[in-house]
């Protein structure tokens, strides 16, 4: 059944922002928007001359006649009118949400594009008293995230956001589009994301066009169609500045002012749209790229030296050393890591033997010690480095050492963007037992998207038990798969198998075109 969300906003008659921009939005992730008229201005592309707000029965009326037949998902609001309008919505909420889950994205309109006031000090107020608290997420620019706060706030954006969550609101996003410059570098449009999964800078080069009208109404109701869709709030915010972003792309001139920004589909598979989500709150200072990395192959997965020599003899050029440090042994134990060194020193020498590349997990700052030329982190080891600890592996990087690195998300695949790897782990493909994850299998569908969106070569990653499997994966457009369990008691023995595998999907390589949008990896 096609999700349904509610936008409750204003009419704009110069059919830029508002309930229009909202329609169009909905239409691009293919969702259905009932759209409730809060408020009525008369509004071209130069002015806007009048603002009504609709009485609170008549906005009653038209929330109770929906509830009836159309319940939603997620409700957007908009423009409100009137602290009246948001007294109504906010009891409607809570009358909703006795029968079920329901997310309210609330974006605070307090201003219009051309500089007109939209809410007095009794409405922000209200904003403040009684939808902050039920949002299930607000997407202010920065101007309105200052107005919500009260001018007696100090404190940078970040510091903004985690007030702005203290009164309530599970998450915020406040977006860039209304600044000249948020980091150092003013080509980029950056927008602060605050979740419960992830937090950072999200970022996509600036669109160079004068006409920007209903940007802030498009992210918004993207987000929410995104959320109907079963996307968690980071993930949903990843795909809302892609939307948004198209939508700049395809703004249209009209009138004598600024024109409107048009929400279309297509975004969802535009390589040019995937954002960067930084690391930490530290705003980049531009778009760089790095050439791309080379196709692994068969990824071998193995947890010794010796099974890295059976591996590279047998035929495979991709080899990942895995050592998972026992539970019981201090991390600082001499022994562990003398005997972790030796390991790490014995596989490097097998795989430059062989001319194969090893990767090594887990220990990076080890690996670099002893003569590792590639590195694989996963997204918590990411996120435990220290600022120091960066600069180190960037240092690296710069000297020519490898990375790869794990993605399960749309928000961790952007982490990944952020640092240019040489390759992008996709996961899990099928239900694995290897980790206990809460991920749901990518699926040969996700991974199609993945290969056709990530900026690096992608690596399918989880489940693969059968050669067939393997194949499927070579197919759907990934430049390598991971055999772990596959390999066996003796990998000399199974990898020509496997080996045979990849060759015979290369021949069909990206058959499958990838989705429109992939699906939701993590339950919402």
Request: charge should be negative; hydrophobic fraction near 45%; proline fraction near 7%.
């Amino acid at each position: 059944m096609t999700p349904i969300i509610w936008s409750i906003a204003g009419t704009d008659s110069g059919g830029g922002a508002g309930l229009a921009a909202d329609q169009r939005a909905a239409d691009a992730f293919g969702v259905h928007c009932c759209t409730v008229v809060a408020a009525i201005t008369a509004q071209s592309t130069t002015e806007v001359s009048h603002i009504e707000a609709t009485s609170p029965a008549v906005l009653q009326a038209q929330l109770a006649t929906l509830a009836a037949d159309l319940p939603p998902r997620v409700i957007k609001t908009g423009l409100l009118g009137s602290a009246d309008n948001v007294r109504v919505l906010a009891r409607f909420v809570d009358r909703l949400r006795e029968d079920g889950p329901l997310a309210l994205v609330v974006d605070p309109v307090l201003r219009a594009s051309t500089g007109a006031a939209l809410a007095d000090a009794e409405l922000r107020a209200a904003y403040r008293d009684l939808l902050l608290p039920r949002a299930t997420v607000i997407t202010p620019n920065q101007a309105e995230a200052v107005a919500l706060l009260g001018d007696g706030f100090s404190g940078d954006i970040p510091a903004q956001s985690l007030a702005l969550r203290a009164l309530g609101c599970e998450a915020v996003v406040i977006t860039g589009g209304d600044a000249a410059a948020i980091s150092r570098h003013d080509s980029l449009s950056m927008d602060w994301l605050d979740t419960p999964h992830a937090q950072g800078w999200l970022s996509l080069p600036r669109e160079n066009t004068p006409h920007n009208h209903g940007t802030g109404c498009t992210f918004a109701s993207a987000m929410a169609a995104a959320l109907a869709l079963g996307w968690v709030l980071a993930d949903a915010a990843v795909l809302a500045k892609m939307a948004a972003t198209h939508a700049l792309r395809h703004a249209r001139a009209v009138g004598r002012g600024v024109g409107p920004v048009i929400a279309r589909e297509g975004f969802g598979v535009d390589p040019s749209l995937l954002p960067r989500l930084s690391i930490g709150s530290e705003a980049s200072a531009g778009w760089t790229t790095r050439p791309r990395g080379q196709a692994p192959g068969v990824y071998a997965i193995v947890d010794s030296a010796q099974r890295v020599r059976q591996c590279v003899d047998a035929g495979a050029r991709t080899v990942q050393l895995r050592i998972k440090r026992p539970s019981i042994t201090p991390p600082k134990d001499p022994a562990w890591r003398e005997q972790l060194a030796a390991e790490i020193r014995s596989a490097q020498s097998a795989a430059d033997a062989a001319g194969a590349t090893l990767y090594i997990n887990d220990h990076w700052q080890h690996a670099l010690a002893n003569g590792a030329r590639a590195l694989h982190l996963g997204q918590e080891d990411l996120l435990s480095l220290s600022p120091a600890e960066h600069a180190q592996l960037a240092q690296a990087r710069t000297d020519g050492v490898a990375l790869g690195l794990s993605s399960h998300s749309l928000w961790e695949l952007c982490r990944t963007h952020t640092l240019l790897p040489d390759y992008v782990a996709c996961g899990p493909v099928w239900p694995t037992t290897t980790k206990d994850m809460p991920w749901h299998p990518q699926g040969l569908d996700n991974l199609a998207w993945w290969a056709h969106m990530a900026p690096a070569p992608v690596v399918a990653i989880g489940g693969i038990l059968e050669p067939a499997q393997l194949q499927a994966v070579a197919e759907a457009g990934a430049a390598g798969g991971c055999v772990v369990r596959g390999l066996g008691d003796d990998p000399s023995a199974t990898l020509p198998a496997w080996l045979a595998a990849w060759r015979a999907g290369q021949t069909h390589h990206g058959q499958h075109p990838p989705p429109d949008l992939p699906h939701a990896s993590l339950s919402a």
